[in-house]
């Protein structure tokens, strides 16, 4: 075979090759497009946020803004920007808020001309969000178990996504979601290994400090992060007191006791807003360039 032959033959080789991975890649985009358009989002969003009472008495917790948008808005776009923009809104305390400042969304963030004598309104530039939101009240002192089993209709009997309306993350939702559907069991759960808000000292036996480390990972606790993926089969897991149970007792504790329940271990950023020390290490955080604004 002459040297041009053998060239031509190889860059053919190696072209198909190519074209292979890219039909491929354009495969497995267009079917997690279409797993991501059919997958919807159900955020817990009812609590009264007690121990953020400095904002929380004003309005729900999630409303309290970061940035100056609502940290609920930052774990929307969180998952918008992997293509879950349909969201289930589990309201309680304060919820007319929230049905307000998403009814009033589209003319908050625009540019408009109100001509006041016939009452028109004309939109000019808009800023909109391509968000879907249903907002379901499920009660003022319900528990987090009974809001998610009162959503349920709206998730269309289809595997879904779920977490808490206080906590930011830079997971990779699309991982998570191929994660959930590598082990075929009802619900993952995000683990992830918080830093201690103290220093930590390494004494040897005589008491002399050998380490210290400033707010250290915990290397050897892993706890729920949120950022669920939920089959439809949770239902069975829901009973019918569920409005007086935590999602975190009975319904996870059963689901780890029957092997349905699996973790996934995610060693990146995740911070959950619990008082006011957390919100200001928040808006610190957005102002320096936010590790969990990857939009």
């Known amino acids: 075979m002459d040297i041009g032959l053998s060239l031509r033959l190889r860059y053919f080789i190696a072209f198909n090759k190519s074209l292979e991975m890219l039909i491929k890649a354009l495969y497995w985009a267009e079917i997690l497009s279409y797993i991501a358009s059919c997958m919807k989002v159900v955020l817990f969003a009812g609590g009264f946020g007690t121990r953020i009472s400095e904002e929380s008495h004003l309005k729900p917790k999630p ?11 930052h774990i929307m776009k969180s998952y918008a920007q992997y293509g879950y923009k349909e969201f289930i809104i589990c309201c309680g305390y304060k919820g007319w808020m929230i049905k307000e400042y998403f009814s009033n969304y589209f003319k908050r963030h625009a540019d408009i001309t109100v001509d006041l004598s016939n009452n028109n309104v004309d939109v000019h530039q808009t800023g909109e969000e391509d968000f879907k939101i249903t907002m379901v009240d499920t009660g003022l002192h319900t528990m987090t178990a009974g809001r998610l089993k009162q959503v349920l209709k709206y998730t269309d009997d289809k595997p879904f996504m779920l977490t808490y309306g206080d906590g ?21 759960m995000t683990a992830i290994q918080p830093s201690s808000r103290f220093g930590v000292i390494r004494m040897d036996d005589g008491g002399v400090v050998e380490t210290f480390e400033e707010k250290p990972a915990d290397s050897g606790t892993w706890i729920n992060g949120g950022f669920f993926v939920i089959n439809p089969e949770i239902k069975k897991y829901l009973h019918s007191g569920a409005n007086d149970v935590m999602w975190e007792r009975q319904p996870l504790h059963d689901l780890a006791k029957d092997g ?8 990146g950023f995740w911070k959950c807003m619990d008082t006011l020390r957390d919100k200001n290490d928040l808006e610190q955080m957005w102002s320096e360039g936010a590790p969990w604004k990857k939009w």
């Open 168 to 188: 930011v993350c830079d997971i990779n939702v699309a991982d998570l979601v191929k994660f959930h559907d590598s082990h075929g069991k009802i619900c993952t």
């Open 260 to 267: 349905q329940l699996v973790g996934h271990r995610y060693g």
């Open 63 to 73: 409303m309290i803004e970061i940035g100056g948008k609502p940290i609920l808005w």
